[in-house]
T-cell receptor
Framework: AQTVTQSQPEMSVQEAETVTLSCTYD???????LFWYKQPPSRQMILVIR??????QNATENRFSVNFQKAAKSFSLKISDSQLGDAAMYFC????????????FGKGTRLSVIA | ETGVTQSPTHLIKTRGQQVTLRCSSQ?????VSWYQQALGQGPQFIFQ???????GRGNFPPRFSGLQFPNYSSELNVNALELDDSALYLC????????????FGPGTRLLVL
């Protein structure tokens, strides 16, 4: 079974600084997707960034980028120029490539941004 | 474009009762998935509906059931509620051909007393 592990229950960062959230996963599949979702206190899960495993290039979305290390099964999220609005729970998630594609989530990392 | 919506936002039930939660998928999306998120945990997959049929199920008992309608909206029904069913229930929808990328609604917070 696929598992996703987020080893940092909580992280904090100064406003305008950079922070990296860690995620590792376990799978025997060669093709899959990885995601980072943000869940602010409003509870809505918001897609931050997506990475296809077959792509060697790391995904980037504005201030958010990932470091995808397929051999190490590692998928970290880097947030640059952190803003107060980045404060939230961040979940790493995995999905196989198939017709039935449930997301498997980690337990999350709570990010605090200090003004 | 309207995003995923869920109703109600909050709900309080007593043990043994039944509950129905509703989800309207994002425009153009034909696949709906339901997740249960207990306090302090990541979401757990309950089941997925595609073209009105269940298309995969997680490790949840049969008292968790669902429906998908022709307009791709969906319901989650839970019978014989237990205290451990207290959680945030999230609905997510996805585009045809891109079912791995799921867009979530705001969730329904269920409290079972």
């Amino acid at each position: 079974a696929q598992t996703v592990t987020q080893s940092q229950p909580e992280m904090s960062v100064q406003e305008a600084e950079t922070v990296t959230l860690s995620c590792t996963y376990d799978t025997s599949e060669s093709d899959y997707y990885l995601f980072w979702y943000k869940q602010p206190p409003s509870r809505q899960m918001i897609l931050v960034i997506r990475q296809e495993a077959y792509k060697q290039q790391n995904a980037t979305e504005n201030r958010f980028s990932v470091n995808f290390q397929k051999a190490a099964k590692s998928f970290s999220l880097k947030i640059s120029d952190s803003q107060l609005g980045d404060a939230a729970m961040y979940f790493c998630a995995y999905s196989v490539i198939s017709g039935n594609t449930p997301l498997v989530f980690g337990k999350g990392t709570r990010l605090s941004v200090i003004a | 474009e309207t995003g995923v919506t869920q109703s109600p936002t909050h709900l309080i039930k007593t043990r043994g009762q039944q509950v129905t939660l509703r989800c309207s998928s994002q425009s153009g999306h034909n696949t709906v998935s339901w997740y249960q998120q207990a306090l302090g945990q990541g979401p757990q997959f309950i089941f997925q509906y595609y073209r009105e049929e269940e298309n995969g199920r997680g490790n949840f008992p049969p008292r968790f059931s669902g429906l998908q309608f022709p307009n791709y909206s969906s319901e989650l029904n839970v019978n014989a509620l237990e205290l451990d069913d207290s959680a945030l229930y999230l609905c997510a929808s996805s585009f045809p051909g891109s079912q791995e990328t799921q867009y979530f609604g705001p969730g329904t917070r269920l409290l079972v007393l």
